[in-house]
Nanobody, 120 residues
Framework: QVQLVESGGGLVQAGGSLTLSCAAS????????MGWYRQAPGTQRELVAT??????PRYADSAKGRFTISRDSASTVFLQSNSLRPEDTAVYYC???????????????WGQGTQVTVSS
């Protein structure tokens, strides 16, 4: 069974920084895209940033210039978040498109979420 386990959320003042980490565990064959989405109360889950197997990133407009996504292995992804704003407050979810065997019948996997709260 594949799991995505996040860490690094917490409370930070506006202008501060946080680094989120996510590692995949369990039995899998390949992970294509990995990344982060977030969901604030009363809103839909939205993209923050993703990175593909080649290390190419993609960012939401709200994250460009402030957040940096990186991947140091096939199964671990980080999100360095700088210049945080109160509107960044949300539950942040790790995402992975994961194939569990060589047939590459991939699917979407999600972590349990980690709370990020930015105080003004």
């Amino acid at each position: 069974q594949v799991q995505l386990v996040e860490s690094g959320g917490g409370l930070v003042q506006a202008g501060g920084s946080l680094t989120l980490s996510c590692a995949a565990s369990g039995s899998f064959f390949r992970i294509d895209d990995m990344g982060w989405y977030r969901q604030a109360p009363g809103t839909q889950r939205e993209l923050v940033a993703t990175v593909d197997r080649g290390g190419r990133p993609r960012y939401a407009d709200s994250a460009k210039g402030r957040f940096t996504i990186s991947r140091d292995s096939a199964s671990t992804v980080f999100l360095q978040s700088n210049s945080l704003r109160p509107e960044d407050t949300a539950v942040y979810y790790c995402y992975g498109y994961i194939s569990t065997d060589s047939r590459l019948n991939g699917g979407d996997y999600w972590g349990q979420g980690t709370q990020v709260t930015v105080s003004s």
